[in-house]
């Protein structure tokens, strides 16, 4: 039977997560780097603007564009809504979405629609499973419990997120990922869609990534500092909660982690696997940055939050624009599609080059 106290404290979570990163600075104090990247001006781009395609394809599905709204909720009536609205501007605009942590659904059956709402409403579009890495320990979430979180979605993928800062400041926590990789071997050998690994706002360095690799996760998601922070919205949490000792850490830890654009150039540098590049993408340029320097896509999960929370037409306009801004880099840089503007010439300045060796 299920425990409605242990249901309760799940949406509570879910609610508090939500209402904390709305009302809240929860955004990061450092930058993603982005801006230590120029690019080109090209001065005679030989095409007309409305010729600009941002098409591209990943792990085999087409996207509109390149771009993911990213993993963030689920297991509560708000969340419920919050997809609903993510969905249904995904399928309008032929991108994708990523639910936030399933571990809800398994654990209340009551709770599942607050996920398959995402597909419900988003029929055709590219949908990503969620489950955090912790919850794969020996005695946690088995494969065929992550089998029945992808075929509740009818998911495209499925991600698992990393996330041992969050995992030391929620106050619920569990910082244990002792013998992660081999279960996300084992995971990813047994289920029949790609597994994206990522972390949740502060990042993957090159040793992560090629042991993520190794595990045969298809492609890694960098979610790098510069953007939401989750030790922030964690220590708010932990504070309510009285629990000063992780409110303690979530504070030291607030600006912890690898800003986006140095997280992205130093996976892409050593695996061989696409990556989605995300935490702090706030713009169209940062995105056409990402894609010139070696990104395959990008995620934006945040500022879509508070979109969805008043309608679908509000995640799309919002969508639409960055999308538009995208297009705006392109027609810059003189490339007519997504391939070519990942070939263009760009430039590194400043802190950037301290983190990466090229
Ligand atoms: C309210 C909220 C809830 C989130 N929940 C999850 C989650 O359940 N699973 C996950 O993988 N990431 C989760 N994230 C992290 C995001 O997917 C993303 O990696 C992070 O917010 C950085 O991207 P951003 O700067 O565009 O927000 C959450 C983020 C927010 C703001």
């Known amino acids: 039977m299920e425990d409605k106290n242990k249901i309760k404290e799940i949406m509570k979570r879910k609610e508090e997560h939500i209402q904390i990163a709305l009302a809240k600075d929860i955004q990061s104090k450092n930058t993603t780097l982005f801006e230590c990247i120029k690019l080109f001006n090209s001065a005679t781009p030989e095409i007309n603007f409305d010729e600009v395609d941002t098409e591209t394809s990943f792990l085999g599905h087409r996207f509109s564009a390149p771009v993911i709204v ?19 501007a995904v ?3 032929g991108l994708g979405m990523v639910v936030g942590s399933q571990r809800a659904a398994l654990q209340s059956k009551g709770l599942e629609d607050t996920f398959t709402v995402a597909r419900k409403y988003a029929p055709n579009a590219f949908i990503g499973a969620n489950i955090g890495a912790p919850q794969l320990s020996k005695n946690g979430i088995g494969a065929n419990d992550v089998k029945k979180l992808i075929k509740m979605l009818d998911a495209d993928s499925l991600y698992i997120h990393l996330n041992p800062l969050q995992e030391l400041v929620q106050p619920e926590g569990e910082p244990n990922f002792k013998g992660v990789l081999s279960k996300i071997k084992e995971i990813s050998n047994f289920v029949n869609v790609p597994v994206i690994a990522k972390e949740v706002g502060f990042g993957i360095d090159e040793i992560a990534a090629k042991k993520l690799e190794n595990s045969g996760v298809k492609a890694i998601e960098v979610a790098g500092t510069g953007g939401t922070s989750y030790a922030a919205i964690e ?34 540098n050593n695996v061989k696997i696409p990556i989605i590049a995300s935490g702090g993408i706030r713009n169209g340029l940062e995105l056409a940055k990402a ?3 070696g990104a395959s896509m990008s995620a934006v999960a945040f500022p879509v939050l508070k979109h969805a929370m008043r309608s679908s037409e509000a995640v799309s306009d919002y969508l639409k624009n960055l999308i538009y801004e995208l297009k705006a880099a392109m027609f810059l840089t003189g490339s007519r599609s997504v391939i070519e503007l990942s070939k263009k010439r760009y430039v590194i300045t400043g802190e950037l080059k301290d983190w990466i060796r090229e």
């Open 91 to 93: 399928e309008e605009l």
């Open 70 to 88: 990213g993993a963030m909720t689920g297991g509560a009536e708000i969340a419920k809504r919050i997809n609903k609205n993510i969905a249904i």
């Open 235 to 268: 220590s708010y949490r932990a504070r309510i909660k009285k629990d000063e000792a992780r409110a303690n850490i979530g504070n030291l830890f607030e600006n912890w982690g690898i800003p986006t654009a140095a997280s992205l150039f130093v996976t892409k």
């Open 291 to 293: 894609i010139t320097v």
